[in-house]
Each structure stands twice: as structure tokens, then as C-alpha cells.
T-cell receptor, first 114, second 115 residues
């Protein structure tokens, strides 16, 4: 079945450091790929997405490129802030129609210190 | 809009007790779903619904029931709670005719402890 693998955390960075969170996937079809973020005490919210190979999703300074050849969707940000401290989930969905069942990775906690 | 709301925020149950977790959305979304979040396992789909009167099982449906009598509400019922159901539960909704099908909107979660 489909699966998503994320790097284990926590990832601890100083403010203004460069961030990479690795994500690779296994899927039978051509899935859509997502990054969701969960701030402390809150539900998940969509950060960015990409629906086909070579697409780049971006939002709030975060970017991720859909790489079909390496089955990857790594999350990057050039300069993190303390407010970026959260848990980041990589996910995929491979339904063409109807309800989009999301398959999540285990999440990566990011801690940014001043 | 309030988005997706969930009640209660926190609940403690004894083994064998029953309870209903409430979920409501005001975005006129067709699809609603329930996930549980456990340490080291990400989120797993319990049940989902593609419209009023239509529900289906997800990855981990055992021990849970759902129904969808209105577009807005999608309650999750635990018939006889077990310690293995200790988790954080998230409700999500998606898809209106004017929006995309893929983006899911999550509620703030219900933390459940079963003793």
C-alpha cells in the first residue's frame, strides 16, 4: 500500500538557519503530495501542496518540489523563525475522484530557538 | 466562519464506557472524516463520509461508529471504550462545489484518555 516516510525529529535550529525536512513516498499511481503543519495545541493546516511531477508548492517562505524520479517531496525554508516551531507532516493522496484519503508520515517536530 | 469545531477538547473515560465526539463544520463541505493521532504513527483514517447518509470505513474503524444525518455534523461514537483508544482525535472536512477536493480542513482535536 501507499506510504510516506519522514525524517525523525526533533529538528533543532537557531533562528535564520536553513531548514530541510526530508520526505519520500511509495505509491502505485501518481499521487498529490502535501505538507501539513500543526502548531502547539492546534489542528493540522495545509502548508503547501503539489499535484504533479516537477510542480513546486510554496507558502510562507516554505517550498517543496514534487520529484517523481526520486519519489521525494522535501520541505525547505531559507531562514526559519521561532514562530515556525511546530510539527510538520508529509502526506499523499492518490484518489482520482471522490474522497481524498490522506496517508500521513509520522511527523517531524521542528524547534527553533532565538 | 468558525471552520471545523470539535467538542469536547479533553475527556477521560473508564474502560467500557461509551461517548460521542462531536464535529461540526460551517463551510458547506461535502466530505468529512475522522482521524486519530498516536505518537510515532502520524494520523490514521477512522471513518469518512462523502455526504449526508453516506459513510465508509477507513484504515482503523474497529470500535468506532459514525453517522451523517446532516451536511454540517459528523459525530464519532465509541461504543465501549478501551485503553487502546487513548489518542487525539481530529475531524476534518473538505470539498465544496466552489473549491478543490484535495485540501482538508482540520478541527482543533479532542484528547481522549481511557483508563
Amino acid at each position: 500500500g501507499d506510504s510516506v516516510t519522514q525524517m525523525e525529529g526533533p529538528v533543532t535550529l537557531s533562528e535564520e538557519a536553513f531548514l530541510t525536512i526530508n520526505c519520500t513516498y511509495t505509491a502505485t499511481g501518481y499521487p498529490s503530495l502535501f505538507w501539513y503543519v500543526q502548531y502547539p495545541g492546534e489542528g493540522l493546516q495545509l502548508l503547501l501542496k503539489a499535484t504533479k511531477a516537477d510542480d513546486k508548492g510554496s507558502n510562507k517562505g516554505f517550498e517543496a518540489t514534487y520529484r517523481k524520479e526520486t519519489t521525494s517531496f522535501h520541505l525547505e525554508k531559507g531562514s526559519v523563525q521561532v514562530s515556525d516551531s511546530a510539527v510538520y507532516f508529509c502526506a499523499l493522496s492518490d484518489q482520482d475522484t471522490g474522497f481524498q484519503k490522506l496517508v500521513f508520515g509520522t511527523g517531524t517536530r521542528l524547534l527553533v530557538s532565538p | 466562519n468558525a471552520g471545523v469545531t470539535q467538542t469536547p477538547k479533553f475527556q477521560v473515560l473508564k474502560t467500557g464506557q461509551s461517548m460521542t465526539l462531536q464535529c461540526a463544520q460551517d463551510m458547506n463541505h461535502e466530505y468529512m472524516s475522522w482521524y486519530r493521532q498516536d505518537p510515532g504513527m502520524g494520523l490514521r483514517l477512522i471513518h469518512y463520509s462523502v455526504g449526508a447518509g453516506i459513510t465508509d470505513q477507513g484504515e482503523v474503524p474497529n470500535g468506532y461508529n459514525v453517522s451523517r444525518s446532516t451536511t454540517e455534523d459528523f459525530p464519532l461514537r465509541l461504543l465501549s471504550a478501551a485503553p487502546s483508544q487513548t489518542s487525539v482525535y481530529f475531524c476534518a472536512s473538505s470539498y465544496s462545489t466552489s473549491g478543490d477536493k484535495e485540501t482538508q480542513y482540520f478541527g482543533p482535536g479532542t484528547r481522549l484518555l481511557v483508563l
